[in-house]
């Protein structure tokens, strides 16, 4: 199955720092926005930042704006996210996908996605 594979994630404390990675699938990839969501324990996935294909355009949600940014590197086909000011609110399972329809912020806009990986950040 076609997937995006993350990798990255880790326990930190808050404040601290973590980068994740996104190995976009196929090389076809490139052509197409990228986005990254967290899904906390109890909660719906939500929107986190995503990137257009050229990496000229991003898109942040409010909650992660100044300390987050997203990247890509089309040659290696894959996108990162640097993760800054960690808060304990930021613990949650991160997934990234290939944006194909509609809206950027919109889950259901995207596709292939990855198994995730853990990020926490305690307190």
């Known amino acids: 199955q076609v997937q995006a594979v993350e990798s990255g994630g880790g326990l930190v404390q808050a404040g601290g720092s973590l980068r994740l990675s996104c190995a976009a699938p196929g090389r076809t990839a490139s052509s197409y926005g990228m986005g990254w969501f967290r899904q906390g324990p109890g909660k719906e996935r939500e929107f986190v930042t995503a990137v257009s294909w050229s990496g000229k355009n991003q898109y942040y949600a409010d909650s992660v704006k100044g300390r987050f940014t997203i990247s890509r590197d089309n040659a290696k086909n894959t996108v990162y996210l640097q993760m800054n000011s960690l808060k304990p609110e930021d613990t949650a399972v991160y997934y990234c996908?290939?944006?194909?329809?509609?809206?950027?912020?919109?889950?259901?806009?995207?596709?292939?996605w990855g198994q995730g990986t853990q990020v926490t950040v305690s307190s």
């Open positions: 996908a290939v944006h194909l329809r509609g809206s950027m912020y919109s889950v259901t806009g995207y596709d292939y």
